[in-house]
């Protein structure tokens, strides 16, 4: 069955990095965008950014322009999300999704189980 | 960015109510909106894509409507497995943007 798998939990201090990966299983990889989301504790969903696994292109929210990278290995069906200079409010649980099209437009479908990133020092 | 409004931003019901949650887009987005029902310590799950469209396995209890700048999400007889928070989305452009959510909760 088509399901996404992700890394597990991190905790790190401030100013570090953090890289987390979602592994997708039973679609073609590379016909699906990924999209991640976080949530911060007892918050909403916050949309990061999106990314092609087709040609690797990618959107990414303002706020974390600069900050956040997402790419793709095609030859193990994974994506990655790396956040670097983390801070205390970076702290959430953090999803990959994969799209699903329909009528020429592409929405959030599929999610992983999540990734819990602890920023503290 | 288009905001999206979600109310209430809770609400108290009694299982076999009718339930009814609006989501208001801060410019059109055609039909191009997304709900999401999350379950503590879960990830969300797709409900609705399309403003109306079901998600495949999903119970016809659940209803979307709407176009343009306001939509609803109704569940049309509140079930136990209901009491969640919902989210609606919209991805007419970038950023993708959520509501603030909607939890429902029992009375």
């Known amino acids: 069955q088509v399901q996404l798998v992700q890394s597990g939990a991190e905790v790190k201090k401030p100013g570090a990095s953090v890289k987390v990966s979602c592994k997708a299983s039973?679609?073609?990889?590379?016909?699906?965008?990924i999209t991640w989301v976080r949530q911060a504790p007892g918050q909403g969903l916050e949309w990061m950014g999106w990314i092609s696994a087709y040609n690797g292109n990618t959107n990414y929210a303002q706020k974390l322009q600069g900050r956040v990278t997402m790419t793709t290995d095609t030859s193990t069906s994974t994506a990655y999300m790396e956040l670097r200079s983390l801070r205390s409010d970076d702290t959430a649980v953090y999803y990959c999704?994969?799209?699903?099209?329909?009528?020429?437009?592409?929405?959030?479908?599929?999610w992983g189980q999540g990734t819990l990133v602890t920023v503290s020092s | 960015d288009i905001q999206m409004t979600q109310s209430p931003s809770s609400l108290s019901a009694s299982v076999g109510d009718r339930v009814t949650i609006t989501c208001r887009a801060s410019q059109g987005i055609n039909n191009y909106l997304a709900w999401f029902q999350q379950k503590p310590g879960k990830a969300p799950k797709s409900l609705i894509y399309a403003a109306s469209n079901l998600q495949s396995g999903v119970p016809s209890k659940f209803s979307g409507s709407g176009s343009g700048t306001d939509f609803t999400l109704t569940i049309s007889s509140l079930q136990p497995e209901d009491f969640a928070t919902y989210y609606c989305?919209?991805?007419?452009?970038?950023?993708?943007?959520f509501g603030g959510g909607t939890k429902v909760e029992i009375k």
């Open positions: 039973g679609y073609t990889f590379t016909s699906y965008g």
């Open positions: 999704v994969r799209d699903e099209y329909y009528d020429s437009s592409a929405y959030p479908r599929l």
């Open positions: 989305q919209q991805y007419k452009s970038y950023p993708l943007t």
